[in-house]
């Protein structure tokens, strides 16, 4: 199985701040099969990028997933109050479809 | 516009069934498949298991054992997961997930499902 690791597990961040998340795999995760979601505490998770930098759907643009091989990154350019939620990365390039354990972002 | 409804929450003892069941609109139906997720109380997500409404092709993943089934309506555009001999760390909410065409990632999410077994 891919082992995703993401990190930081905590990420403390002021209104307005550029947030970088990582993800990293135990293995390449070829053609960049990444995607990244965010949920909200008793929410379902919100597609937001897939392979590894296309927006999904109605996703805002300062949002912005970037990496290939092993390592992901997910961009937030400025941080609106909206954003603080928990991330999560999945890879989809073999089965099982693993995901990360996710990045908390939280208000500082 | 395309959702996904899930059944409301359900309580069980271990070794009893659950059948949660999963209604799709505004899309084709057969058209993509659906995978099953679960999270565990303050956990992370986990995908579990995959099916396709045009044939009924299904894919697990290895550490979901025969208890798992899921089942497809055509006519009412539903997907059921059945889970049985539930045991307690079956306790999570589960979630159904449109699978994209273009890979397996879930552009589309059902508002998710608490089942919970306790004694």
């Known amino acids: 199985d891919i082992v995703l690791t993401q990190s930081p597990g905590t990420l403390s961040l002021s209104p307005g701040e550029r947030a970088t998340l990582s993800c990293r795999a135990s293995q390449s995760v070829k053609s960049s099969f990444l995607a990244w979601y965010q949920q909200k505490p008793g929410q379902a998770p919100r597609l937001l990028i897939y392979?590894?930098?296309s927006w999904a759907p109605d996703i805002p643009h300062r949002f912005s997933g970037s990496g290939s091989g092993t390592d992901f990154t997910l961009t937030i350019s400025r941080l609106e109050p909206e954003d603080f939620a928990v991330y999560y990365c999945?890879?989809?390039?073999?089965?099982?479809?693993?995901f990360g354990q996710g990045t908390k972002l939280e208000i500082k | 516009q395309v959702h996904l409804v899930q059944s409301g929450r359900e309580v069980k003892k271990p070794g009893a069934s659950v059948k949660v069941s999963c209604k799709t609109s505004g899309y084709t139906f057969p058209n993509y498949g659906i995978s099953w997720l679960r999270q565990a109380p303050g956990q992370g997500l986990e995908w579990m298991a995959w099916i396709s409404p045009a044939n009924n092709n299904t894919k697990y993943a290895p550490n979901i054992q025969d208890r798992f089934l899921m089942t497809t309506d055509t006519s009412t555009q539903t997907v059921y997961l059945e889970l049985r001999s539930l045991r307690s760390d079956d306790t999570a909410v589960y979630f159904c997930?449109?699978?994209?065409?273009?890979?397996?990632?879930?552009?589309?999410w059902g508002q998710g499902t608490l089942v919970t077994v306790s004694s």
């Open positions: 392979g590894a930098s």
């Open positions: 999945q890879q989809y390039d073999s089965s099982p479809y693993t």
């Open positions: 997930a449109r699978t994209s065409f273009w890979g397996f990632y879930f552009d589309y």
